[in-house]
């Protein structure tokens, strides 16, 4: 009978770090080169019907699930899925004063693309009185040269007598092509409510 011979092919492997650093007691830097999602939960299988509105899916890499609940706002102004294969990436979250704070800093890898964009997400928020907050948002992703899309937002949850709640939510979004022409959007809400 033939024999066949035994192909032998070199291991290759690819360099990634993670690292989270205490600035102070309250704020914390991590930073992340080539992170491997290998290990995360797969995502549940989701049917594209209306191809008008993007898919949602819960975030679930820990790099960007760590002090997030400061992008917490009556409406998702701040999506980190989008940010899909991350080169590197950069997280600041905690409090600053009586400021709550979370920065995300990321170079994205675009398969097919000629350049990668650039996400940034800032969120600033403060406690007011026992359980009200008021706050802002930004967040960017641009590809120099080309393209960018930018939201700018502020919000505020304020609580009346402990039992009536109201939400506000104001912001607006640029999305363009550079040099090219921008096209602009607003979205606005309250939301009143009554517990007991």
């Known amino acids: ?14 360099f990634g770090f993670n ?13 992340t080169y080539n992170p491997d999602f290998s290990q995360v939960e797969a995502d549940a299988g989701q049917i594209a019907v209306n191809e008008r509105f993007a898919l949602y899916f819960p975030e679930k890499r820990p790099f960007f699930l ?6 917490s706002m009556p409406r998702r102004l701040v999506y980190t899925r989008s940010i899909g294969n991350p080169v590197g990436a950069a997280k600041l979250s905690g409090k600053i004063g009586e400021f709550s704070v979370a920065y995300v800093g990321a170079l994205d890898d675009v398969s097919g693309s000629s350049s990668d964009p650039i996400v940034n997400l800032l969120r600033v928020k403060r406690d007011v009185g026992e359980s009200s907050t008021v706050g802002m948002v930004y967040t960017d992703r641009s590809v120099f040269g080309e393209s960018f899309n930018r939201v700018a937002g502020a919000d505020a949850r304020l609580v009346f007598a402990r039992r009536y709640t109201l939400e506000l939510l104001a912001s607006a979004s640029a999305d363009g092509v550079s040099g090219g022409s921008t096209q602009w959007g607003s979205l606005v809400t309250a939301r009143f409510a009554r517990a007991g």
């Open 1 to 14: 009978g033939a024999t066949e011979a035994l192909n032998r092919s070199s291991p290759t492997g690819n």
């Open 19 to 31: 690292a989270t650093y205490g600035l102070t007691s309250n704020l914390t830097l991590d930073a």
């Open 66 to 71: 760590e002090g997030m609940d400061v992008f």
